[in-house]
Nanobody
Framework: QVQLVESGGGLVQAGGSLRLSCAAS????????MGWFRQAPGKEREFVAA????????TYADSVKGRFTISRDNAKNTVYLQMNSLKPEDTAVYYC???????????????WGQGTQVTVSS
């Protein structure tokens, strides 16, 4: 079992940057693929980015490609989401999730954090 705790959210102006962190408990973190999702008020949870167990393979939603970067440090049991050139439409609660493989469907992920709020002002 994996427990996930996100941090790093906050309020930022459009064009600014934030780095989200997701700390995982458990000795098997390095065997999991990790994903970031987000959910804005009144909208469904949507895929943002994912990374495989080694960090050698990543995938992104088209809406964040070129602006966001997912990475991981297995020695620290942590996955990161560096968000640059933020836009008001990036405003959402951001969640990290763990799964056995890289997929974009939220329902496939077994473990979820509690989320961290990101608000981008115009």
């Amino acid at each position: 079992q994996v427990q996930l705790v996100e941090s790093g959210g906050g309020l930022v102006q459009a064009g600014g940057s934030l780095r989200l962190s997701c700390a995982a408990s458990g000795r098997t973190f390095g065997s999991y693929a990790m994903g970031w999702f987000r959910q804005a008020p009144g909208k469904e949870r949507e895929f943002v980015a994912a990374i495989n167990w080694s960090g050698g393979s990543t995938t992104y939603a088209d809406s964040v490609k070129g602006r966001f970067t997912i990475s991981r440090d297995n020695a620290k049991n942590t996955v990161y989401l560096q968000m640059n050139s933020l836009k008001p439409e990036d405003t959402a609660v951001y969640y990290c999730a763990a799964n056995s493989r890289v997929v974009v469907e939220a329902y496939a992920y077994n473990y979820w954090g509690q989320g961290t709020q990101v608000t981008v002002s115009s």
